[in-house]
């Protein structure tokens, strides 16, 4: 075991009591403030400098240095609004809201990588620790962002992490280019004319378009995109009419549609527009089109990325980088952060046996075992960017 694993692993009971607590005690997306006043508290008695609130209740503690790069490392501390399946002693004390994705555990891990790195006597880096609200669908990182994140913390290079319960506990991987799809939305509203189910003669229905139209959406990937691009349209919502024998005046669908570049996502957003308009003409009802732009595409840098690969093979070993694991068709709102600073997104496997519950499963629960792993896996992102940038210097 890598010498910083175990060094951090040997605070471990610490770092579970904290993370369990804050599993025990979730807050939806721009409501972390208890997380917030955690985080505060904890790195401010390790000598860090604690920002204002920054994108409602996100955080940055900063560990200066006199000279050399500056790095950011960023975590997400939200939860999600669902119901716990577990039994355990630690689960959500608030109904409703569950930390099913393990944020939790990034908050924890990112606090143990700070006061691993404030023990330290030779610093060759200033590091902006940054706890981000709101990852979960509501775009705290660009909140953040808009409210002068790297304007008032400027980063050379900014690294995150995920846990990835697709992958044995130890394994690591990052991708250079699209890691994650985009991430938007549609909302589609068909509007006709209700009437007796008897008579449908006398109405203009709608439920012929919304079946139509979710078929429709299907063929968009299938028969229009390049057969090597990576996308989905999902429809997630239907509803129409509230009884047997009426036929409603109108009904809804909505769903998400997600890519891996650019060019798929543009030509899926016209095509939800198309299709939905062509299907609503056809069946002489009308249709209100929303479609809402929600995350855009991560893509990891490739400079950055080769410094995560080398960090995740010092520090978790040669044959625990996994360097054939695909990207995801989910998304992350780190991504807003990739488009304004050089960085990388690594995942770490947390799996420790065949059942393990994927993230958003209301039976998943964060491994407390890979808090070390993550800690130091950021740790090592901070020592290969240096490393690479003295390298340069003296070049």
Known sequence: MNGLVSEI???????SAWRRD?????????EEHRTRAFIAEVLDKAGLKISAPIGVTGLVATLEACDGPTIGLRADMDAL???????????????????????????????????????RKQRDATIHFIFQPAEEGLGGGQRMIDEGLFEQYPCDAIFGFHNMPLLPLGIGTVRCGAGMASFDEFHIEFTGKGGHA??????????????????????????????????????????????????????????TVRALDAQARRQLEDGVKRVCSGV????????????????????NEEKASLTAKNALLGTLGENNFDASFPALMASEDF?????????????????EGPD???????????NDKLIPYAAASLIGCVDQFCKEHHAAKTA
């Open 22 to 30: 804050l599993h025990a005690h979730p807050e939806l997306g721009f």
């Open 81 to 119: 609004p669902m119901d716990e399946g577990n039994t355990f002693a630690w689960r959500s004390k608030k109904q409703g809201v569950f930390h099913g994705c393990g944020h939790d555990g990034h908050t924890v891990s990112l606090v143990a990588a700070a006061l691993a790195l404030c023990e």
């Open 198 to 255: 008897g008579m449908p003669h006398q109405t203009r229905d709608c439920a012929p378009a919304i079946a139509e139209a979710i078929l429709s959406l299907q063929s968009l990937v299938s028969r229009e995109l390049n057969p090597q691009s990576s996308a989905v349209v999902s429809v997630t919502q239907i509803h129409m009419g509230k009884t047997h024998n009426v036929i409603e005046k109108s009904g809804w669908l909505a769903g």
């Open 280 to 299: 609503a003409m056809a069946r002489d009802v009308e249709a209100e089109v929303r479609y809402e732009r929600r995350f855009p595409v991560l893509v």
């Open 9 to 15: 692993t040997s605070k471990l009971d610490t770092y």
């Open 335 to 351: 991504a807003f952060m990739l488009e304004h600073c050089p960085g990388a997104y690594i995942l770490l496997g947390q799996s």
């Open 356 to 366: 393990q519950p994927m993230v958003h499963h209301p039976e998943y629960d964060f």
